[in-house]
């Protein structure tokens, strides 16, 4: 119905989307952790970089 009235088109699922819906919990949470990681890390060397442009 919300389609219908704004006019969009369902796409085809994503590989996250599918991820979301299918995986298991314990799957989830670890990639989740994963990804937090990757992300503190990254956030981490801007961090770093951003200190030594300071000096």
Same mark, same amino acid.
């Given at each position: 119905?919300?389609?219908?009235?704004?006019?969009?088109?369902?796409?085809?699922?994503?590989?996250?989307? &599918?991820?979301?819906?299918? %995986?298991?919990?314990?799957?989830?949470? =670890?990639?989740?952790? !994963?990804?937090? &990681?990757?992300?503190?890390? %990254?956030?981490?060397?801007?961090?770093? =970089?951003?200190?030594? !442009?300071?000096?």
């Amino acid at each position: 119905m919300l389609r219908k009235l704004f006019g969009t088109k369902a796409q085809a699922n994503s590989a996250l989307s &599918e991820f979301v819906r299918n %995986a298991s919990s314990r799957e989830k949470k =670890r990639v989740y952790n !994963h990804v937090i &990681e990757k992300a503190i890390v %990254a956030q981490n060397e801007v961090l770093e =970089r951003q200190s030594k !442009h300071k000096r």
